[in-house]
């Protein structure tokens, strides 16, 4: 199952965790996807930056920072032939599985009306994308990311990637890093969320 996580905001500026994300290097060349919604993907620190600085929201927050981690065994060989086999013997247009991570930013980028950077990493042992939201939505206003909101994202994610058959959410196992404090999902109840925001 795949696990989706909320990093904590505290180890870089929005400039450095975009830098982060986006870098081949860091990444031993393995960034597979890069793009954005609402900006220019190759501007996005400064899109986000400019757009806080035309609402007056500039002195807040900069950013929220998720990861969405696939299982061990759904690997990019796999998910290579999981395309192959959709085109080949499929008689529907099956979508491919590597389209799953735009798809779920694209969710991402409905459910909190905020611009957004993601980018996808198979550098490691498992593939992972890392989702940068602007801290206030395009209206202008503060992004409240409440427990409602969290839960509507984590099922997003979790339909749309059984959607593309691979394996769904598990958030009774996943991690959440919540301002510095590591919780096993089993352990969050909305009130404990709202104590934390």
């Not at 960034?31 to 806080?52: C, I, N, Q, S, W």
């Amino acid at each position: 199952m795949a696990i989706f996580h909320r990093v904590s905001e505290k180890r870089y500026t929005l400039d450095g965790v975009i830098k982060y994300v986006a870098s081949g290097s860091k990444h031993a060349g393995k960034v597979t996807e890069y793009d954005g919604f609402d900006l220019d993907p190759y501007h996005a620190a400064r899109d986000m930056l400019l757009f806080k600085k035309i609402c007056s929201k500039d002195d807040m927050s900069q950013y929220k920072h998720f990861t969405v981690s696939l299982e061990d065994y759904e690997t990019p060989a796999v998910l290579n032939r999981m395309r192959t086999d959709n085109l080949k013997y499929s008689k529907y247009n099956k979508p491919s599985p590597w389209e799953v991570f735009g798809k779920i930013a694209s969710a991402m980028r409905q459910l909190t009306g905020c611009q957004l950077v993601y980018a996808v990493h198979a550098n490691t042992q498992h593939i992972h994308m890392h989702m940068v939201i602007n801290s206030i939505d395009l209206t202008g206003n503060r992004l409240n990311l409440d427990y409602p909101l969290f839960v509507q994202m984590i099922n997003a994610c979790d339909r749309i990637l059984k959607e593309h058959s691979l394996h769904g959410v598990r958030t009774y196992k996943g991690f959440l890093f919540r301002n510095d404090e590591m919780m096993d999902t089993d352990d969050i109840t909305k009130e404990w969320w709202e104590q934390t925001s």
